[in-house]
């Protein structure tokens, strides 16, 4: 089974910048789809932003567009979240998630393996 374990989070201002990283064991990580979620409290987990296998596509959640980016070093096993222009509403607890799909899935059910999460706080 593949473990992620998800790094970055933290508090920040609003209009600030973070960077999320999620590392990924396992010899595959280089022909999987990866992908960020989020949920906040009260709220169900929403597909943020998904990359495929090579990093040739990618996909985003229309609330980010333009201020969040997702890339991937497979030589390292590593997917990252660079996210920008935060706002508070971007305040939740972020998951890397893997899957096996060759396209980008945006359902949570897509996905196989879940990290624990990272908490991103925005303040007002």
């Known amino acids: 089974q593949v473990q992620l374990v998800e790094s970055g989070g933290g508090l920040v201002q609003a209009g600030g910048s973070l960077r999320l990283s999620c590392v990924a064991s396992?010899?595959?990580?280089?022909?999987?789809?990866m992908g960020w979620f989020r949920q906040a409290p009260g709220k169900e987990r929403e597909f943020v932003a998904g990359?495929?296998?090579?990093?040739?596509?990618?996909k985003y959640t229309d609330s980010v567009k333009g201020r969040f980016t997702i890339s991937r070093d497979n030589a390292k096993n590593t997917v990252y979240l660079q996210m920008n222009s935060l706002k508070p509403e971007d305040t939740a607890v972020y998951y890397c998630?893997?899957?096996?799909?060759?396209?980008?899935?945006?359902?949570?059910?897509?996905?196989?393996?879940w990290g624990q999460g990272t908490q991103v706080t925005v303040s007002s």
């Open positions: 396992g010899r595959t990580f280089s022909s999987t789809l």
């Open positions: 990359i495929n296998w090579s990093g040739s596509r990618t």
């Open positions: 998630a893997r899957g096996s799909n060759i396209v980008v899935v945006t359902t949570p059910w897509g996905y196989d393996d």
